[in-house]
C-alpha cells in the first residue's frame, strides 16, 4: 500500500500517501467520508471506520449519520 496513488478530489495536497502509515491510513479515511465518492466509500473496511470514528472528527452531521449508519448495520 505504500505510495498508493490517490484521487484528486479526496487528496489534493499529495500524489501519494502511505496506507501502512496509521496516521496517513485515518487521515485518508477521513477525506474518504469527506470527498469521497461511493466507490471511494465501499472500497473503506467499515469496521476499521467504525474503531476510528471518535478519532476522525468529522463534522457533526457526518458523524451522526456515520454512527446511524455503522450502528444499524452491525458495525458499532
Keep these: 500500500m ?9 487528496v489534493w495536497s499529495t500524489d501519494q ?11 485518508y479515511i ?3 467520508l469527506l470527498h469521497g465518492r461511493a466507490s471511494d466509500i465501499q472500497a473503506l473496511n467499515l469496521n476499521e471506520v467504525a474503531r476510528l470514528l471518535d478519532d476522525l472528527h468529522l463534522p457533526t452531521h457526518l458523524d451522526r449519520l456515520w454512527r ?3 450502528e444499524t448495520k452491525g458495525y458499532a
Excluded: S
Excluded at 505504500?2 to 479526496?10: A, E, K, L, S
Excluded at 502509515?21 to 485515518?26: H, I, N, V
Design 17 to 27: 500517501i502511505d496506507l501502512a502509515d496509521p496516521f496517513q491510513r485515518q487521515w
Design 68 to 70: 446511524t449508519f455503522l
Design 30 to 32: 477521513r477525506q474518504v
Design 2 to 10: 505504500t505510495g498508493d496513488p490517490v484521487p484528486r478530489y479526496i
